[in-house]
């Protein structure tokens, strides 16, 4: 570096320039990963169309038989559990026996 006046006044400008690359370089990285952060969202299932008057009108009916809604939704979510783990157990013995 130089230690005339004219040699601060460009070390100056030249330190000014640099800030100014690093907040363009640091703009274009943000804009980079929120575009990429966005295309990587999961989007949410759409529910279809009438979805939350079926759900109300069920919630009703079950409920007003004096029985829990959200209770009768995870016996429902056990079944579908339970059933694609036993269909899975029988797909995974037959693929073991043809191997043997």
Known sequence: MS??????ATDKNQDKDMKQDDKAATKDTTETSKKASSSKRSRRPVRPEGFKEFEALAKGIIEADGSSYYEWLHERHQDIILNFNVSNQKQITN????GE
């Open 3 to 8: 230690h005339n006046e004219f040699g601060k």
């Open 95 to 98: 693929v073991a026996k043809k």
